[in-house]
């Protein structure tokens, strides 16, 4: 099993930053990949950047050059740095793990609300 804790988020004002912090733990083995997803209200749930354990990262077209992820194999944390923030990235945001061993898993954490207003 597989647990993964979310924090950081909060209300920021428009063109403000936060970074937000997955922290995983549990039977860590065989990891292929961990990302960032979020939902906002009405919407279905969309990746918003992702990284491989090569180190391979991955973008929504929406967060390209305001966003950035990154892990720290050590900690076993994924980050997502987050710049520019505009109102429409207002959401909450889920870390997402999958896990390939004998079947292929995917976990994810319990979210954290992102708020971008003024």
């Known amino acids: 099993q597989v647990q993964l804790v979310e924090s950081g988020g909060g209300l920021v004002q428009p063109g403000g930053s936060l970074r937000l912090s997955c922290a995983a733990s549990?039977?860590?083995?065989?990891?292929?990949?961990m990302g960032w997803y979020r939902q906002a209200p009405g919407n279905q749930r969309e990746l918003v950047a992702s990284?491989?354990?090569?180190?391979?990262?991955n973008y929504a077209d929406s967060v390209k050059g305001r966003f950035t992820i990154s892990g720290d194999n050590a900690k076993n944390i994924v980050y997502l740095q987050m710049n520019s923030l505009k109102p429409e990235d207002t959401a909450v945001y889920y870390c997402?793990?999958?896990?390939?061993?004998?079947?292929?898993?995917?976990?994810w954490g319990q979210g954290t609300q992102v708020t971008v207003s003024s």
């Open positions: 997402r793990l999958d896990q390939r061993t004998y079947t292929y898993q995917i976990y």
């Open positions: 549990g039977s860590l083995f065989s990891v292929e990949v």
């Open positions: 990284i491989s354990i090569g180190g391979t990262t």
